[in-house]
């Protein structure tokens, strides 16, 4: 079968607010039910930009569902650029974010731009973006199907 590939991308952690935060279990449900579905449309491929808060809680989606065994063959492709940590990130983002990397099937580091070129490249792209930002323009731009989950909840 013929392995399609989810980009999931979103926000900058320094640009994540508080209220997205206070929505984390929204956006954790939301990303639970659309990457089961892809995952049942025979995309097994996710690749999560590691440094966007939503990348991060996809990743982690991505791991449960692999480890609970309702999506056993899922690859968690992990994209990071080659910075350090955002300046505001805590202890607990550290630690997530070291765990993840740790389970990550595939690792890839590339610079901050080519990253979002990267997302550009899926057959489907899950995103995180305010509806007046330039990367939601970027999106829309590129004619590549996608779901925003920020407009879902």
Do not use: W
């Amino acid at each position: 079968m013929y392995n399609k590939s989810v980009a999931i991308t979103g926000s900058t952690i320094e640009k994540t607010t508080k209220y997205d935060q206070f929505r984390e279990d929204k956006i954790r449900m939301e990303l639970y039910r659309i990457i089961l579905s892809f995952y049942g449309k025979g995309c097994h491929t996710f690749t999560c930009h590691m440094h966007t808060y939503l990348g991060l809680l996809a990743a982690d989606t991505i791991i449960m569902l692999r480890e609970s065994d309702k999506c056993p063959e899922i690859i968690l492709s992990a994209v990071i650029p080659g910075t350090a940590f955002p300046a505001d990130t805590d202890k607990v983002y550290h630690a997530l974010y070291d765990d993840l990397m740790k389970q990550a099937d595939k690792k890839e580091t590339l610079p901050e731009k080519e990253i979002f070129c990267n997302a550009l490249a899926g057959s489907h792209i899950i995103c995180y973006y305010d509806d007046f930002s330039e990367e939601i323009g970027q999106v829309r731009a590129s004619g590549i199907p996608y779901t925003n989950i920020r407009k879902m909840i």
